[in-house]
């Protein structure tokens, strides 16, 4: 009998379509990752319920509990190294980052980096960027120093931060997400300098699956559904953003004036970028030789990358 009730559970499940819940690792503190909330509030239409969790692709690449996880490209790459049944399956946003410089310590140019203190984030994608912005100007890492700190999400920036860093004249110049760089250049006021090239780096914020889930038809229908509504969402952020900056800011923790002040550098792109495999040759080339491994082949790099869940969600 008990077998019975299970076997009609099924039957009813497939008709109509099981109730399955989706869960995402993903960073809670950064801008980038806010569409999530808004889309799971305002246009998620899964099965279940769709939870984030603090976390990441490297949560992914380990917890076969999670269906999906959004990150910088870096972490995608260097989770993708050993575990090879990760997928990139959507870009949510590619961010220009910034450099702020102090003028007062003589660097009006990349150039004027050589010798100097640059704050940044070991092994992250923002030590990628400072890496290739000062290549840019043909300095090797042995030309200037790098420096550790933390963010800074609003004001008052505490010590240890890279803002705090910057005007106390402990560092010269850093690279990182945002807020931490306009909170730095507003505080250092006429003698911020600031440095930005899309063509040399963006952090590609995407979203990862596995290969098991994809496979699996009842989440994968889940999937589609939360990349649809991503879509939607990145719809209000390009072109009604004024209806989200206290929302945004309110995830974050920063004021709404500055996550306007932010809004430029970003770009809610929401699809596959046509350069992403030739950029991720190169940036894994570097990541290969800071984490000690083997480069990923082109042809692994290009595997990579499913654009067939877009391709799905634009079907619904
Ligand atoms: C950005 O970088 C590209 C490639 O190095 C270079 O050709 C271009 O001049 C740079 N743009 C700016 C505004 O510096
Ligand atoms: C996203 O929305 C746009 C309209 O804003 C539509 O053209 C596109 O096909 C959608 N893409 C997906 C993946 O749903």
Redesign the pocket.
């Known amino acids: 009998m008990a077998q019975g009730i299970h076997v009609l559970g099924i039957l009813l499940s497939l008709f109509f379509g099981q109730a399955i819940s989706l869960k995402i690792a993903t960073s809670l503190q950064w801008i980038e990752y806010t569409p999530q909330p808004y889309a799971i509030k305002n246009f998620y239409k899964g099965t279940d319920t769709a939870t984030l969790s603090s976390g990441g692709v490297a949560n992914l690449a380990t917890d076969s509990s999670l269906d999906l996880a959004a990150n910088a490209e870096t972490q995608g790459l260097k989770q993708y190294a050993s575990h090879k049944n990760l997928r990139l399956i959507y870009v949510i946003v590619e961010v220009g980052y910034r450099m702020v410089a102090n003028q007062a310590a003589g660097i009006t140019k990349i150039g004027d980096l050589k010798g100097k203190r640059i704050g940044t984030m070991q092994g992250t994608s923002a030590s990628y960027f400072v890496n290739k912005l000062l290549g840019?100007a043909n300095l090797k890492s042995s030309d200037y120093t790098i420096v550790s700190g933390s963010v800074c999400m609003k004001t008052p920036c505490g010590s240890g931060t890279f803002p705090s860093m910057i005007t106390g004249k402990k560092i010269d110049a850093f690279g990182i997400w945002e807020p931490a760089v306009e909170l730095g250049a507003k505080s250092l006021g006429s003698s911020a300098v600031i440095f930005q090239?899309v063509?040399?780096y963006r952090e590609v914020y995407s979203l990862y699956s596995t290969t098991e889930k994809l496979n699996n038809i009842a989440t994968r229908k889940n999937i589609v559904a939360y990349v649809k509504a991503l879509n939607q969402t990145l719809d209000v952020f390009r072109n009604r953003p004024e209806s989200v900056y206290a929302t945004v800011g309110g995830n974050v923790g920063v004021d709404a004036s500055v996550v306007q002040a932010v809004w430029p550098v970003h770009k809610w792109s929401g699809t596959i970028p046509s350069d992403l495999v030739d950029f991720l040759v190169v940036e894994d080339a570097y990541l290969a030789q800071s984490d000690k491994r083997a480069v990923t082949s082109k042809a692994d790099l290009t595997k990579f990358i499913d654009s067939s869940v877009i391709a799905d969600a634009q079907r619904i």
């Open positions: 840019s090239n063509s040399i």
